[in-house]
């Protein structure tokens, strides 16, 4: 009984140290160190078994793989942005609002067109004329009286307009005793601060206003009388007068009228002497009749006409011309206004 259960242990003895041999490595104890537990393998994965697979199912497979696969581009030098270069804001053109206050200041102007300026509202504003005297004619500017200037004062060659309207004012700008050159201004008054403006012309037209003033010296430098001759004769002599200016016949100027039966007169497409105290109207008259005819320069008598004479002829034969010279006064005021009744009875 004894050797039987002495044979069953040693069986169970063998059968757990086969066990154990399984499970744990054998390490010798030569390589063993004092209290360094001997380290211990990790069981290996198992084997997992793939399905075998077509070809035709393996390209599949790596085309749906490749489509789930988040495609990464490169970024070529062209489209990496490029960084805005650093300018410097004094080299940027200027707009027309921010240039120099001189250069705001200065208005070029051409007589006849109108320009369009700002001025300030309730406060004084100072225009500069090219005219050593300047005069204003103007229907929307209130004048003023000796102790008051009113809407607009004249200082020299310097304009002052000073408005509290909220409309547009106008104003046409001359020579004192010249209306060769006329400048136009149409004024907008704005909430801004006082504005200087200066009036430049261009070197034809300074020239205009400069020959006014030599014609004035002249005209005064001799009597009445020998200015007219003298006009004449250069006129007919086909000279420009001393310090006068030659032009066509503008289409707004107050034309002489000659009215003598057989002769016409035109003055329309004629010239124009322009003086200081004196214009000359160059024009041309024509015998519309069938036998001579004498020019009578009463027939061109008006208000403001100094004196009358032709060249080269004074006597027209039929179908004949001459040149008609007509010295009208300037600057000697408007028309009478009021007339004498006669003690005869007439008008």
């Known amino acids: 009984m004894q050797s039987r259960i002495s044979l069953i242990s040693v069986l169970l003895l063998a059968t757990c140290t086969s066990a154990y041999a399984l499970d744990l490595p054998f390490v010798r104890e030569s ?19 793939q399905p075998t697979t077509s070809p035709v199912q393996e390209e599949q497979n790596k085309s749906s793989a490749a489509a789930k696969t988040p495609v990464i581009q490169k970024q070529s030098a062209a489209s990496t942005p490029k960084t805005r270069p650093v300018i410097d804001p004094a080299n940027y053109p200027k707009r ?29 504003n100072r225009i500069v004329t090219p005219f050593a ?6 229907t929307t500017l209130e004048a003023g009286s000796a102790t008051d200037c009113g809407e607009v004062c004249i200082t020299d060659n310097v304009i002052y307009v000073a408005t509290s309207k909220e409309y547009p004012v106008t104003m046409f700008i001359t020579e004192r005793g010249s209306e060769a050159v006329a400048l136009s201004l149409t004024m907008v008054p704005k909430r801004i601060p006082p504005k200087e403006i200066n009036l430049q012309l261009s070197q034809g037209d300074v020239t205009n206003i400069v020959a006014n003033r030599n014609a004035e010296r002249w005209e005064t ?25 030659l032009s066509k016949t503008p289409r707004t100027a107050d034309l002489p009228k000659c009215t003598q039966a057989g002769i016409k007169t035109k003055f329309a497409s004629g010239q124009l002497y322009t003086g200081h105290n004196l214009s000359v109207f160059i024009g041309v008259a024509e015998n519309k009749t069938k036998r001579a005819l004498e020019f009578n320069e009463q027939s061109c ?7 009358v004479t032709t060249w080269p ?12 010279f007509v010295a009208v006064r300037r600057n000697v005021g408007g028309r009478p206004a009021t007339k004498r009744k006669s003690l005869l009875g007439g008008s």
Request: glycine share 6%.
């Open 31 to 49: 390589a063993m160190k004092k209290n360094v537990p001997a380290p211990v393998a990790a069981k290996a994965p198992a084997a997992v078994t």
């Open 96 to 124: 027309k609002d921010e240039r120099s206050p001189a250069a705001q200041s200065n208005l070029n102007m051409v007589p006849g067109v109108n320009q369009i300026i700002p001025i300030a509202q309730n406060h004084p």
């Open 133 to 138: 005297n300047p005069v204003v004619k103007s």
């Open 221 to 245: 430098s001799q009597p009445f009388v020998e200015v007219i001759r003298n006009v004449f004769r250069e006129t007919a002599q086909g000279r420009v007068p001393q310090g006068y200016v």
């Open 301 to 307: 008598g008006a208000w403001n006409v100094a004196a």
């Open 313 to 324: 002829y004074s006597v027209l034969l039929p179908g004949q011309k001459t040149e008609v």
